[in-house]
């Protein structure tokens, strides 16, 4: 199953779920994708739910095995402090964006992020 992602930051990624890998777009749109289509567009609504729902469901799985929790703790609040007092005028970062890059830095973690311009504290080495 492919799901197209479309927006001015994705750039079209499309997501192949079986595989969770990202492909590029490309102008070569084969006739196997073609007939993937056709099949969704075949679909009854019911059946279309049935399988969003799977997919969201395995996303979310997928997501929890990726994802770490991480504490906010006083270093981390006091270095988002800091960027919202640095950058939220001249880049209008908000204290959620500043205590995810907060929390990125002290970690020692790279950023995974269509949005760069809302952390201005990142040197392009930084971003994922």
């Known amino acids: 199953m492919i799901i197209n992602l479309s927006s001015r930051a994705s750039k079209e990624y499309k997501f192949e779920a ?32 049935e399988k969003i729902i799977e997919f969201d469901t395995k996303m979310n799985e997928i997501l929890e095995e990726l994802l770490e929790e991480i504490e ?9 402090g800091e960027f919202v007092k640095r950058y939220g005028k001249s880049h209008s970062v908000k204290l959620a964006d500043a205590l995810i890059g907060a929390a990125t830095i002290v970690r020692g973690m790279k950023l995974w992020t269509f949005n760069k311009k809302h952390y201005p504290m990142f040197n392009e080495k930084e971003f994922y």
């Open 18 to 49: 079986n595989e969770y890998s990202i492909i590029y777009p490309s102008n070569n749109t084969t006739i196997e994708f073609k007939e993937r289509v056709l099949k969704w567009m075949e679909l009854e609504d019911d059946e279309l739910d």
């Open 72 to 80: 906010i703790d006083k270093e981390i609040g006091k270095l988002a």
